[in-house]
């Protein structure tokens, strides 16, 4: 065993926060409930979201393990009521389940010597899972007004009772939150056992959120986990599994729980994030994104007073599919700090001809894809946008590009950067402008500097008549495409794509 295994086995006694973090717990009540298995008297912490005692709603019901005032409840609750408050997380119920026999309750059997080690008793999941669904979750029910939505939260050892639960009785909750669970116990059983309990899953919308640190006995059980649901995750379950390698076992829940909570449970209406700091800018897309560098010219269009700072993840002929549950693009969305987030499709994947409504399984991967980024990315703080394509064969083909769009940005709840219209009706007013790219397939300059001034007006909310500039090459080859390029906006040389009178014309195009 390496030392950070034991470091992390030396970690799972560990469950304590400070006086300073128990002094903000917020308002909540505390009850005790007696148990027949095992004969015991539970403590439990109940956190009510804001307006609870002033309205009639029904409300989801977070469940904690290691939810005591001296374990996790308190933080987590912080952090569920700034985040409510502020408009990012649906209001809830967090319901905290201090701790009796904690390696005994969060454990399955183990036939590891160590594994037994560690506690004078271990392998009573089963019977702590029984006391929440039999007991808990009906006495919740009477006590406070609940929709029948439930899930559980929890970190090492209860991240490993939450995996479980997800697979072994999938009924229970249908958000699971699972922070470096200790996926190694019993050998990693649980992970060798996950597909056969994978293809068993009930179909339906349910949730799941993985997160590792830096651990050498977890992360790779994670990452196995991972590779099985990518192969056989259910139809219905929205999973994401973001890496956090920069982080330790003692510092993963409070460095993910924010993002996680604004995951798993967005509000009915995305909050607005605010830019009182500057803007912090993230293109998602491929060769149409990185092709003459459209971050760059995106990013001239700011005014001295404006501080911006923009990055990019753009590969070659990448969908938005391709991105979905890729951990260079989840570490940053969950990391990166980003007020506004570009998404850009591959030219034509979201194209909806006439008729293209009776055909819409076509477009499911497509779709849901758009839909988790957009989740993704507004977890982190982002406000988020749908950067159109184009497509040149005819208006009618044109048309369709825009409504398909359309259509995908209004599922994910984000506002569409139309271009496609506009570019054709622009090419028969300017016909000798470089539309497209020497090779016939991408932007030519004049197309990236239409780019950049139409996404300037959406995001920024003005229009810029500044003639969008590239600071250092014209890329045509994607830059570090397997992770985040950030563009240097002091590079040389620097490249106008446009005039400032043709900046203008397309900046006033309706």
């Not at 709603?57 to 502020?86: C, N, S, W």
């Not at 982002?382 to 369709?400: C, D, F, K, P």
């Given at each position: 065993?390496?030392?950070?295994?034991?470091?992390?086995?030396?970690?799972?006694?560990?469950?304590?926060?400070?006086?300073?973090?128990?002094?903000?717990?917020?308002?909540?009540?505390?009850?005790?409930?007696?148990?027949?298995?095992?004969?015991?008297?539970?403590?439990?912490?109940?956190?009510?979201?804001?307006?609870?005692?002033?309205?009639?709603?029904?409300?989801?019901?977070?469940?904690?393990?290691?939810?005591?005032?001296?374990?996790?409840?308190?933080?987590?609750?912080?952090?569920?009521?700034?985040?409510?408050?502020?408009?990012?997380?649906?209001?809830?119920?967090?319901?905290?389940?201090?701790?009796?026999?904690?390696?005994?309750?969060?454990?399955?059997?183990?036939?590891?010597?160590?594994?037994?080690?560690?506690?004078?008793?271990?392998?009573?999941?089963?019977?702590?899972?029984?006391?929440?669904?039999?007991?808990?979750?009906?006495?919740?029910?009477?006590?406070?007004?609940?929709?029948?939505?439930?899930?559980?939260?929890?970190?090492?050892?209860?991240?490993?009772?939450?995996?479980?639960?997800?697979?072994?009785?999938?009924?229970?909750?249908?958000?699971?939150?699972?922070?470096?669970?200790?996926?190694?116990?019993?050998?990693?059983?649980?992970?060798?056992?996950?597909?056969?309990?994978?293809?068993?899953?009930?179909?339906?919308?349910?949730?799941?959120?993985?997160?590792?640190?830096?651990?050498?006995?977890?992360?790779?059980?994670?990452?196995?986990?991972?590779?099985?649901?990518?192969?056989?995750?259910?139809?219905?379950?929205?999973?994401?599994?973001?890496?956090?390698?920069?982080?330790?076992?003692?510092?993963?829940?409070?460095?993910?729980?924010?993002?996680?909570?604004?995951?798993?449970?967005?509000?009915?209406?995305?909050?607005?994030?605010?830019?009182?700091?500057?803007?912090?800018?993230?293109?998602?897309?491929?060769?149409?994104?990185?092709?003459?560098?459209?971050?760059?010219?995106?990013?001239?269009?700011?005014?001295?007073?404006?501080?911006?700072?923009?990055?990019?993840?753009?590969?070659?002929?990448?969908?938005?599919?391709?991105?979905?549950?890729?951990?260079?693009?989840?570490?940053?969305?969950?990391?990166?700090?980003?007020?506004?987030?570009?998404?850009?499709?591959?030219?034509?994947?979201?194209?909806?001809?006439?008729?293209?409504?009776?055909?819409?399984?076509?477009?499911?991967?497509?779709?849901?894809?758009?839909?988790?980024?957009?989740?993704?990315?507004?977890?982190?703080?982002?406000?988020?946008?749908?950067?159109?394509?184009?497509?040149?064969?005819?208006?009618?083909?044109?048309?369709?590009?825009?409504?398909?769009?359309?259509?995908?940005?209004?599922?994910?709840?984000?506002?569409l950067i139309e271009l496609s219209e506009t570019r054709r009706r622009l090419m028969e007013n300017y016909p000798d402008a470089v539309w497209t790219h020497a090779d016939g397939e991408h932007p030519g300059q004049t197309m990236t500097a239409l780019m950049a001034l139409r996404t300037w007006r959406v995001v920024m909310g003005e229009v810029s008549v500044r003639p969008p500039c590239v600071a250092g090459a014209l890329w045509y080859h994607a830059p570090q495409p397997d992770d985040v390029m950030h563009i240097d906006m002091a590079a040389t040389p620097s490249t106008c794509l446009v005039d400032a009178s043709m900046a203008a014309k397309l900046a006033a195009a309706p």
């Amino acid at each position: 065993m390496g030392a950070r295994a034991r470091a992390t086995i030396l970690a799972l006694a560990l469950c304590v926060v400070s006086p300073t973090t128990r002094a903000q717990t917020p308002p909540h009540d505390t009850f005790t409930l007696a148990t027949t298995a095992p004969a015991e008297t539970r403590h439990l912490n109940v956190y009510k979201p804001p307006g609870y005692d002033t309205s009639t709603d029904r409300y989801p019901v977070l469940y904690m393990p290691d939810g005591g005032l001296q374990e996790d409840f308190p933080h987590v609750a912080k952090t569920l009521d700034e985040g409510i408050r502020a408009g990012e997380i649906e209001p809830l119920v967090l319901v905290g389940i201090e701790n009796t026999e904690r390696r005994r309750d969060m454990t399955g059997p183990t036939t590891v010597a160590s594994d037994k080690a560690i506690a004078p008793r271990v392998g009573g999941s089963a019977v702590f899972r029984a006391f929440i669904s039999k007991q808990l979750v009906p006495e919740i029910a009477a006590r406070y007004r609940v929709d029948g939505r439930r899930g559980i939260i929890g970190e090492s050892l209860a991240g490993l009772f939450s995996v479980e639960s997800f697979l072994r009785e999938p009924a229970l909750f249908d958000t699971v939150i699972a922070i470096s669970p200790s996926l190694w116990w019993n050998d990693g059983s649980l992970v060798r056992e996950a597909s056969a309990f994978l293809k068993n899953q009930p179909q339906g919308e349910r949730h799941l959120f993985l997160t590792s640190a830096d651990e050498d006995n977890i992360a790779p059980n994670v990452a196995k986990l991972v590779d099985l649901l990518k192969a056989d995750a259910p139809n219905g379950l929205d999973w994401i599994d973001v890496p956090r390698p920069e982080q330790h076992h003692d510092t993963i829940y409070l460095a993910s729980e924010k993002f996680a909570l604004r995951r798993a449970y967005p509000p009915k209406k995305p909050a607005l994030a605010g830019a009182a700091g500057g803007h912090r800018v993230l293109f998602i897309g491929n060769s149409l994104t990185y092709v003459n560098n459209l971050p760059s010219a995106f990013a001239s269009l700011a005014p001295a007073s404006v501080h911006i700072s923009v990055d990019m993840i753009a590969r070659a002929g990448a969908s938005l599919e391709d991105y979905e549950h890729d951990p260079v693009v989840m570490h940053a969305l969950a990391t990166g700090g980003y007020t506004d987030v570009i998404l850009q499709e591959r030219g034509g994947n979201a194209t909806c001809t006439p008729g293209c409504e009776k055909h819409m399984a076509a477009f499911e991967r497509t779709d849901q894809a758009t839909v988790a980024l957009a989740r993704d990315a507004r977890a982190g703080g982002a406000r988020v946008y749908y950067l159109g394509t184009w497509q040149r064969a005819s208006r009618e083909i044109s048309e369709g590009e825009v409504r398909g769009e359309r259509r995908i940005a209004t599922l994910a709840d984000i506002p569409l950067i139309e271009l496609s219209e506009t570019r054709r009706r622009l090419m028969e007013n300017y016909p000798d402008a470089v539309w497209t790219h020497a090779d016939g397939e991408h932007p030519g300059q004049t197309m990236t500097a239409l780019m950049a001034l139409r996404t300037w007006r959406v995001v920024m909310g003005e229009v810029s008549v500044r003639p969008p500039c590239v600071a250092g090459a014209l890329w045509y080859h994607a830059p570090q495409p397997d992770d985040v390029m950030h563009i240097d906006m002091a590079a040389t040389p620097s490249t106008c794509l446009v005039d400032a009178s043709m900046a203008a014309k397309l900046a006033a195009a309706p």
